[in-house]
């Protein structure tokens, strides 16, 4: 069962978050947040498979994606943080009143929660642990051959203004070059920081929420290993956990940058991993 919730932001942009629920569900509560390029409906099946392990699931579609409405106004990452996420920490707190929550991200999803939790700490209480799916915001950039594709991919996205959803792997949802060019600085530059030069990297270590983080071989210029290294070691705990897929590691594929989360074999040996990492953390 589907509950769509229409949540207004402090920006005054209206975005959807939907209750999911089934009847195992309990009071055991799931906040799923998607990447760019996508919306809630990446997660169909991975709800699923949390309703039947008791889970209430909650999931934000950002600003412009899925059932929020549509807007004009630019925005950018760190707003989705700012703003959306922020919105949804508010109302499942203070409306619904849920004081243990868990979360799962895709992608730029994890940047969002990230930035969120930087301006409003007063959320990290609330949320007992992290699961991360091919997140990482500063640390694509791994060499010379890298380095240009960030570049060349930043070029073709100025020139037509905007980064097609079908080159990055989806179906719909392109992204504005104006919502891409901050993750494209943030990659070519090495640097986690706002247009304002606010630097969000030192203040990820005060974030000490257990976080597992999943990346894959297939995901070598997105989310490449390195990076999501770097961007769980920011937060400078020992606890979190880097989890590598491969073939050769044992792994069913060398998961791409969607299949690491919607895939029959991330279903089969990735989904409980990130269960048994919330069970643990309950």
């Known amino acids: 069962m589907e509950k769509l919730i229409q949540l207004t932001t402090?920006?005054?942009?209206?975005?959807?978050?939907?209750?999911?629920?089934?009847?195992?569900?309990?009071?055991k509560h799931l906040f799923l947040i998607h990447g760019t390029f996508s919306d809630k409906d990446f997660f169909n099946g991975f709800t699923d498979y949390f309703l039947n392990l008791g889970y209430t699931c909650w999931a934000l579609d950002w600003r412009n994606?899925?059932?929020?409405?549509?807007?004009?106004?630019?925005f950018k990452i760190t707003t989705i943080g700012k703003y959306?996420?922020?919105?949804?920490?508010?109302?499942?707190?203070?409306?619904?009143?849920?004081?243990?929550?868990?979360?799962?991200?895709?992608?730029?999803?994890?940047?969002?929660?990230?930035?969120?939790?930087?301006?409003?700490?007063?959320?990290?209480?609330?949320?007992?642990?992290?699961?991360?799916?091919?997140?990482?915001?500063?640390?694509?950039?791994?060499?010379?051959?890298?380095?240009?594709?960030?570049?060349?991919?930043?070029?073709?996205s100025k020139l037509i203004g905007k980064v097609p959803a079908k080159l990055a792997g989806s179906k719909n949802n392109d992204e504005t070059y104006f919502t891409m060019k901050q993750w494209f600085n943030w990659n070519i530059y090495r640097q986690f920081k706002d247009s304002n030069h606010f630097d969000y990297e030192p203040e990820m270590k005060e974030i000490k929420i257990p976080i597992i983080s999943f990346c894959a071989k297939g995901d070598d210029f997105i989310a490449p290993k390195e990076g999501c290294q770097l961007f769980l070691d920011a937060f400078q705990n020992p606890?979190?956990?880097?989890?590598?897929?491969?073939?050769?590691?044992?792994?069913?594929?060398?998961?791409?940058?969607?299949?690491?989360?919607?895939?029959?074999?991330?279903?089969?040996?990735?989904?409980?991993?990130?269960?048994a990492w919330m069970q643990t953390h309950s």
């Open 239 to 275: 606890k979190n956990e880097l989890v590598y897929c491969a073939k050769e590691l044992g792994n069913l594929e060398d998961y791409n940058h969607s299949r690491i989360l919607k895939s029959r074999n991330s279903m089969k040996e990735l989904w409980p991993k990130a269960a």
């Open 65 to 74: 994606h899925g059932a929020s409405k549509k807007t004009n106004k630019k």
């Open 84 to 156: 959306d996420v922020t919105a949804a920490f508010r109302y499942l707190t203070a409306t619904e009143n849920i004081n243990k929550l868990h979360c799962v991200a895709h992608s730029g999803g994890g940047i969002a929660i990230t930035v969120c939790l930087v301006h409003h700490p007063e959320f990290k209480k609330f949320i007992k642990s992290i699961t991360l799916f091919g997140v990482q915001a500063f640390g694509a950039n791994t060499g010379i051959l890298q380095n240009i594709k960030l570049r060349v991919a930043k070029l073709f």
């Open 10 to 27: 402090e920006d005054s942009e209206n975005v959807a978050l939907w209750k999911i629920t089934n009847d195992k569900s309990t009071n």
